[in-house]
Structure formats: structure tokens, C-alpha cells
């Protein structure tokens, strides 16, 4: 990278980053939270992961999705987009896509919204909201393995309750939760519409009135925070998780029915040592049912109950109903989760990706707990815990190409005293480049390759010593040297665009 305060006639909109910790680039305005990467083993760089996370909080100025690769380096950031959650590759209709939740938050985790699916050209192919009465909460969005034509996803409903039974008041309002499986067919058909507040006993909650919400109008007590939703591979049966009730529960599809509760004040299920979980996250199924993985806060923003968050795998015995803790996994730095956090289990007995929610924390381990990843959004310091910035969900994956229909954007910069020309260039979203190729000449239709760079980090640059060169083109290249894309035609001497491309800043 070459000094930039080198750089004259720098004069057009460039943004600076607002913290010590968040990146910023010649070739476009946005501002990306780094990642901070402590650990990084070769066995988890060489899957060659790329990590998809949702910045957000009073410590990120350009909030947005974020793709980052294994070297920390910004892969895709979208700020236009403003706060997101939840972000990972899902599969419709054969194809994978990027979906994400959007949308506004109207009290603390009660938010009304809608989840975009983006094609490997980031262009939108779908908007999928709650059918009715409220729009998507950014909880839960999952297309389901047994018909990738659905999607399920939750949904706040404020309704009038009587509280008095739990000290609320007795002309009181709760957040009801809703789970929905909509269609994705434009259909706009709703398979299945699941109220927690039908289904669960008021006098269960762990949200008493002045926790989340006191019960009114204004501040409806958030009942039962439905904070994950998977669906079987089957189709049949739901895992759901009730943050305030801190249990998971199976529901069947077809009926709506609660078949079993594990967790709460009437847990069907008893505990093995350290097997119990407190305001859980992201629960999933694992082997058929017969294993749960689960993100244990340990916590909640009002009560403090465990040592500290952590992931875990459990075996479910549905006929004993008992549950074993099979594996945790802990942080580098053992704190609480106040919010947020999920556990993705690669494979039953390989590895395991966990994201701290409220801590800006994610780690890769093995089963057995080698710690082979870890990384902070921002500062890596303990003292960050439940601090500035948190990302609901941070997923890995090794699924997502992205190929963006926006070509890539250069900039150029004239050093002092005919020092040379720099020439930026880089491709947000793109994950297949290997090289980056400078044309230059005097003339537009007479420009010859004059530098070539192996693509490194979010942005590349060259610098060209004099003569200086009228015109510049930066074109992308792929696998055995083919072209993936190009930028638009620079005319070096008085920044004018020639042709289409991304705004030089000259
Ligand atoms: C949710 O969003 C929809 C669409 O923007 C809007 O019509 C509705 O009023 C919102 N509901 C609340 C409670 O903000
Ligand atoms: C879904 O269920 C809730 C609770 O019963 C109800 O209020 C809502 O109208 C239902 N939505 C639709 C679209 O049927
Ligand atoms: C609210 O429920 C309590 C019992 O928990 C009952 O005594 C009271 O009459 C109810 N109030 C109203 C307004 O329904
Ligand atoms: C809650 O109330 C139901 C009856 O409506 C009762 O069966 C259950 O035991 C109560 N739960 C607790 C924890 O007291
Ligand atoms: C990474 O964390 C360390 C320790 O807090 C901090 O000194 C450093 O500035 C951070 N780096 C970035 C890029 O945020
Ligand atoms: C947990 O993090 C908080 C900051 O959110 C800090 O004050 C506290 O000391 C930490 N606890 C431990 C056990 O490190």
C-alpha cells in the first residue's frame, strides 16, 4: 500500500474513517468496521472461509453487511443498506443468495422489517416480509431444506393483555411472537402462522413487567422473544427458542402443537452437568433430532445467571427426556452475552464457528475446543464485552460467490512535484479475482498493459512513475487469466470519466 499523504489534489469526497478501527479506501466513500484477528490457524484459512457479518451499534459509523475473508480484509461492504442482522447464504429455488434482515427498530429487539435476497450480482431478487399483522423481525429468516420454495421467519404482533396475574397491569400490552412459513413464489401465501402468546402460559415468563417493556401501550412487555426458528430437514417439526421463557421447544407443523419444552420453569426434559442454558440463542437441530446445538448467553441485559456465554452441543433423549451436555466451547475471553449470538456446528464432530453477539467476538475451535480462529470487530479487548459493537449473527462460509454487476471502481491520485501517478482500484463484492491488470496510454484507443498485481486486501495499488500517462483502465482478472470485469476510462490529466464506470477522485 503506498503512503497516502503523498497524495495531491486529493480534494474530492473522501471519507475518513470516524474510528481508529474502521478502514477506509480511495476507490469508494464506505467505511468498514476491521476485523482484529488474533488467532488464525491454516486449517481454518485453508477452507478458505469468508466470515458474513452485520456490524452494528454506537461504535459503528457506516453500518452495513459485511463479507470479510480469512485475512481480515473486506471482501463486500454495503452501507446503503443501513443496519442489518442476520445475514447468511441460503439456497432458492436451486441458487444460492445473501439474505439479510433490513428494517427499523421501534423499542430494543422489538423491530418491524423486511429480509432482501440478493443474487451472486447482488442484485435484489426478493424482499420477504411477515404476512400480517407486522412485518419480519430480524430473529429468525431461514428457507427450508424440505421445500427451498419457503421460507420461515418471525414476526412481532402488539396485542392487549391482562397482565395482572404477572404484576402488569390488567389493561396491559404484551409483543406477541409469531412464527410464519411464507411462500416465495410471489404467491404470497402463508403455510403456517404460530402465536406464542396462544400457545404459551403467561405465568411462565421470565420477562416479568419492567424487564423488556412494562405492559403498556407504549412499552408491551416482550412476552416471549421467539429468537430462533429451525424447521427439520423433514418438514415435520420445529425447533423454536424462546429467549424470555429460556427454553427451546419442538412444535409440530402440522398442528401447532408444543410436543415438548426443554428449559423453563416446566422443563420436560431433565439436565445432565452443565447442560442447562439461560436466555439461549440460534438453536438448531443436529442428527435427526437427537442433538441440539445451542448459544448459551448465560445472561440477559437484566440478570446475570452463568459465569459466562458459550456454545453447546447437547444429545436429546426424547424417550428418557433427558439431555447430556456433549461438548461447550468458550470464549478467549469467558464474559456473559447480554443479546444476541448464535453456534454453527460445520459438521457433528468437526468444527465449530461462534459469534458473541453483544460481544464483537467470533471464534472458530475444533470439537475438542483448539482454538483455531479468533477475531474481534474493532479493539481486541476484553473490556469490549456487551460494549459498542455487536453483530446478532456472524456466519462463515465457504458457499458465496460474488460476481457484481457494478463494474469495479478506481481512483487516481497525482503525487507532488511530478512524483508519479496512484492508481486504486478495487471490486466490491467480488470474490474471484486474482489479478488486477493496469492499462495506460496516451491515448483512449491507445492504451497497452503496463502493470499487473496480484490481488491483495479490499483495494490494490499501482503506482506509475513518469512519463505520466493521458489515460488509465484497471481490468479484473479471474482463473487463467480471464477477464472478469473493467473500470471505465480515466483521463489522468484532468479527471474526467470518458466512459462508464465508478466517480474518479481526482
Ligand atoms: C411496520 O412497517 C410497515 C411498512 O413500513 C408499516 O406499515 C407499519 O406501520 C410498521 N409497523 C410498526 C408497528 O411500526
Ligand atoms: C397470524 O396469527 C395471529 C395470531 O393468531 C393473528 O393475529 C394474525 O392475524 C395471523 N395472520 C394471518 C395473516 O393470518
Ligand atoms: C385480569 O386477570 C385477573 C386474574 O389474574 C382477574 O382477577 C381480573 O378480573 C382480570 N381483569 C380484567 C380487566 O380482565
Ligand atoms: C402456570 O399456570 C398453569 C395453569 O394455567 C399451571 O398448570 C402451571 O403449573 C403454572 N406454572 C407455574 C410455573 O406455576
Ligand atoms: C486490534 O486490537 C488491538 C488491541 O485492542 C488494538 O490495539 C488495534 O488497534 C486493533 N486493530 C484494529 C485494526 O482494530
Ligand atoms: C465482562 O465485561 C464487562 C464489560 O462489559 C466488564 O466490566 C467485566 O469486568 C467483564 N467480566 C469479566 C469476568 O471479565
Redesign the pocket.
Known amino acids: 500500500m503506498l503512503a497516502r499523504l503523498a497524495a495531491a489534489f486529493l480534494s474530492v469526497g473522501l471519507a475518513t474513517a470516524v474510528h481508529p478501527y474502521e478502514f477506509s479506501f480511495l476507490t469508494t466513500n464506505s467505511t468498514p468496521v476491521a476485523l482484529n484477528i488474533s488467532i488464525c490457524s491454516s486449517s481454518f484459512t485453508s477452507s478458505n472461509p469468508l466470515i458474513l457479518a452485520t456490524p452494528y451499534g454506537k461504535g459503528v459509523s457506516s453500518p452495513g453487511p459485511t463479507i470479510y475473508d480469512a485475512s481480515g480484509a473486506v471482501v463486500w461492504h454495503a452501507p446503503e443498506w443501513g443496519v442489518a442482522h442476520d445475514m447468511n447464504v441460503q439456497t432458492l429455488r436451486g441458487q444460492p443468495v445473501l439474505a439479510f434482515w433490513i428494517g427499523v427498530e421501534i423499542k430494543t429487539g422489538w423491530v418491524n422489517g423486511t429480509v432482501v435476497l440478493l443474487d451472486k450480482s447482488y442484485s435484489v431478487v426478493g424482499m420477504v416480509a411477515a404476512r400480517a399483522p407486522y412485518r419480519a423481525d430480524f430473529h429468525e429468516f431461514e428457507i427450508l431444506r424440505s421445500d427451498d420454495d419457503t421460507a420461515v421467519l418471525t414476526s412481532y404482533n402488539r396485542i392487549s393483555a391482562?397482565l395482572?396475574?404477572i404484576g402488569g397491569p390488567?389493561?396491559g400490552y404484551v409483543l406477541d411472537s409469531l412464527v410464519q412459513i411464507v411462500t416465495l413464489d410471489g404467491s404470497d401465501s402463508l403455510r403456517f402462522n404460530w402465536s406464542a402468546w396462544e400457545h404459551l402460559p403467561l405465568n411462565e415468563t421470565y420477562a416479568l413487567p419492567g424487564t423488556r417493556g412494562d405492559g403498556t401501550l407504549d412499552s408491551p412487555l416482550d412476552i416471549a422473544h421467539i429468537n430462533a426458528v429451525d424447521v427439520s430437514a423433514d418438514g415435520r417439526s420445529i425447533l423454536m427458542s424462546s429467549r424470555h421463557y429460556q427454553q427451546l421447544m419442538k412444535v409440530d407443523c402440522a398442528t401447532g402443537e408444543v410436543e415438548w419444552r426443554m428449559g423453563g420453569m416446566k422443563s420436560d426434559f431433565t439436565f445432565g452437568p452443565r447442560a442447562e442454558f439461560h436466555f439461549q440463542h440460534h438453536g438448531r437441530w443436529h442428527e435427526n433430532g437427537k442433538a441440539v446445538s445451542v448459544f448459551d448467553n448465560g445472561a440477559s441485559d437484566w440478570e446475570v445467571i452463568e459465569p459466562t456465554a458459550r456454545g453447546i452441543y447437547l444429545s436429546v433423549n426424547e424417550k428418557t427426556r433427558h439431555v447430556e451436555l456433549v461438548r461447550e466451547w468458550l470464549p478467549l475471553y469467558q464474559n456473559i452475552t447480554k443479546m444476541m449470538g448464535d453456534v454453527q456446528v460445520l459438521l457433528p464432530g468437526g468444527d465449530v464457528w461462534i459469534d458473541f453477539g453483544t460481544n464483537p467476538w467470533m471464534m472458530e475451535q475444533t470439537w475438542d475446543g483448539e482454538m483455531l480462529f479468533w477475531a474481534t470487530l474493532g479493539p481486541n479487548e476484553p473490556s469490549e464485552a456487551n460494549g459498542p459493537i455487536g453483530s446478532d449473527r456472524v456466519f462463515r462460509t465457504t458457499e458465496w460467490v460474488g460476481e457484481p454487476a457494478e463494474p469495479p471502481a478506481m481512483a487516481v491520485v497525482q503525487r507532488l512535484n511530478g512524483a508519479g501517478t496512484e492508481v486504486y482500484v478495487s471490486w466490491n463484492g467480488a470474490t474471484t479475482v486474482t489479478e488486477y491488470e493496469l492499462h495506460a496510454g496516451a491515448g483512449a484507443q491507445s492504451m497497452t498493459v503496463v502493470a499487473r498485481t496480484a490481488k491483495a486486501g479490499f483495494e490494490n495499488a499501482f503506482l506509475l512513475s513518469q512519463p505520466e500517462p493521458q489515460f488509465v483502465l484497471a481490468v479484473a482478472l479471474g482463473q487463467k487469466g480471464k477477464e472478469l470485469g473493467r473500470t471505465g476510462v480515466y483521463d489522468v490529466a484532468d479527471g474526467l470519466r470518458v466512459s462508464d464506470g465508478r466517480v474518479a477522485r481526482i
Open positions: 391482562n395482572s396475574a390488567a389493561e
